[in-house]
């Protein structure tokens, strides 16, 4: 209570009444006194209504405004549970809405964030705005954030660290691979709208810039379902009388959607389009063909976890970025484009 008290230059007496839940504390002091005695690694015990000085020993992940659980986030919450466990820590899973605009003092928070010491540090994914990480902050709580989700800018704080997988360089790895075999006609089709499409994106600009090839893009999300979106994508490319040799879809489901759409138009794959996607596994079995950049989610998984251990204590200084490689997984729906003049399309 002393250390409190000092922190949060207050008598120990109004310490003592914060923590006891009397009536008679300003709203702002009482928040101030919590927050502070939630920094130094204080619980505050509903039950006894004292503060111990302890950890709870779980790891909170929150999936933000995403209300499914996909195949990518399930591997996601394997890894960080297999780490967890391995390191003798509990998970706590829990998923939230939350709007990005409202403002960070009558944001509405999860229960695992509202429950004083019931989770050391939380881990943040799904459709991530800043100012959940704020309010994160004013509760004095600690996170680590897959950075890959993130819809606007943050600023870095003790509180916060960062994991994330390199989409941006697996994909400039793509898009330099299809120009090794050729390909000159070479399109990016995804979501802008989506942070993880953006940064795909960049790594086929920056690759495209630096072989002086003009860019070809569809980032306008013709529907909600991804493999529906890709197939009109390529309807609306071939329709139009662009050129097209290759395909660099943001994920599988795109590149299916966009595979099946060069057949209703008599296009084969790779004998007259090459394609790569990009899956959120760490392997896959013969049952598809599909050359793409590949992320290990479990691994993402155990990295997150590590880095939420990792931060529980570390008030002193901001913890350097973890990054998970992204691999370009060769199959056979690439090939060198044909030099034969009358076979290019």
């Known amino acids: 209570m002393r250390e409190i008290a000092t922190r949060a230059n207050v008598s120990i007496g109004t310490v003592s009444r914060v923590l006891n839940r009397h009536d008679d504390v300003d709203t702002e002091l009482r928040e101030r006194v919590e927050s502070i005695a939630r920094k130094v690694g204080y619980r505050l015990s509903e039950r006894t209504r004292t503060a111990v000085h302890t950890k709870s020993r779980i790891i909170g992940l929150i999936l933000l405004n995403d209300f499914g659980l996909s195949s990518a986030q399930s591997l996601l919450l394997v890894g960080v549970e297999e780490y967890c466990s391995r390191s003798g820590y509990y998970l706590l899973f829990a998923r939230h809405q939350h709007p990005p605009n409202i403002p960070v003092a009558s944001a509405a928070v999860p229960t695992v964030v509202q429950t004083p010491g019931l989770a050391d540090c939380v881990i943040v994914a799904g459709n991530v705005h800043s100012n959940i990480l704020k309010t994160f902050e004013r509760y004095g709580l600690n996170y680590v954030l897959l950075k890959n989700h993130l819809m606007d800018a943050v600023e870095r704080t003790t509180h916060g660290s960062f994991v994330e997988y390199d989409d941006l360089g697996g994909c400039y790895q793509a898009t330099r691979y299809m120009a090794q075999l050729g390909h000159k006609h070479i399109w990016y089709i995804g979501d802008a709208s989506r942070p993880w499409h953006r940064n795909r994106l960049k790594g086929y600009a920056e690759a495209m810039a630096e072989l002086d090839l003009e860019p070809h893009v ?128």
């Open 218 to 345: 569809h980032t306008i999300a013709l529907s909600d379902d991804e493999f529906e979106h890709g197939q009109a994508a390529v309807f609306h490319i071939l329709e139009q009388g662009w050129p097209i040799t290759a395909i660099l879809a943001a994920s599988d489901q795109l590149a299916f959607g966009a595979r099946e759409g060069l057949r209703q138009h008599r296009r084969e794959v790779p004998k007259d389009v090459s394609l790569i996607g990009f899956e959120m596994e760490a392997a896959r079995g013969h049952a598809s063909n599909l050359t793409n950049v590949s992320v290990d989610m479990v691994e993402v998984g155990r990295q997150l976890a590590k880095a939420a251990i990792a931060q529980i204590g570390n008030s002193k200084k901001t913890a350097e970025d973890v990054v998970v490689p992204a691999v370009l997984v060769k199959r056979s729906t690439c090939r060198p484009l044909r030099r034969e003049e009358h076979m290019m399309l």
